[in-house]
């Protein structure tokens, strides 16, 4: 079953935004749930976690520029990208856990993972 879907990827020019959303089955913990990226030839990165709805971590390369909020009632998680820059081009992921985990940092190891959305960003 899916438990992650991704939406709203697209291409923009340098300095344009986006918005991603995801779509997070009640099936994950809506505890520490994340955004990841992966550009081609490099390995998975964390973009922001979110804890608790209201806790949230970012990587230094984003920090500023992307806001990741949660929505329970939707059960829906966001990422808001402004100022995008050609290095943000990559397929980004959204990620969830199990119940039960009570840990959450951008270090956190996450077991659930949606499709992908590409995220284009042209100089």
């Known amino acids: 079953q899916v438990r992650l879907a991704e939406s709203g990827g697209g291409s923009v020019q340098a300095g344009g935004s986006l918005s991603l959303s995801c779509a997070v089955s009640?099936?994950?913990?809506?505890?520490?749930l994340g955004w990841f990226r992966q550009a081609p030839g490099k390995a998975r990165e964390a973009v922001a976690v979110?804890?608790?709805?209201?806790?949230?971590y970012y990587a230094e390369s984003v920090e500023g520029r992307f806001t990741i909020a949660q929505d329970n009632a939707k059960n829906a998680l966001y990422l808001q990208m402004v100022n995008l820059k050609p290095e943000d081009t990559a397929t980004y992921y959204c990620?969830?856990?199990?119940?039960?985990?009570?840990?959450?940092?951008?270090?956190?190891?996450?077991?659930?993972w949606g499709q992908g959305t590409q995220v284009t960003v042209s100089s």
């Open positions: 990620a969830g856990r199990s119940f039960g985990l009570t840990d959450c940092s951008i270090n956190a190891s996450f077991s659930y």
């Open positions: 979110i804890h608790y709805g209201h806790t949230t």
């Open positions: 009640p099936y994950v913990s809506s505890r520490c």
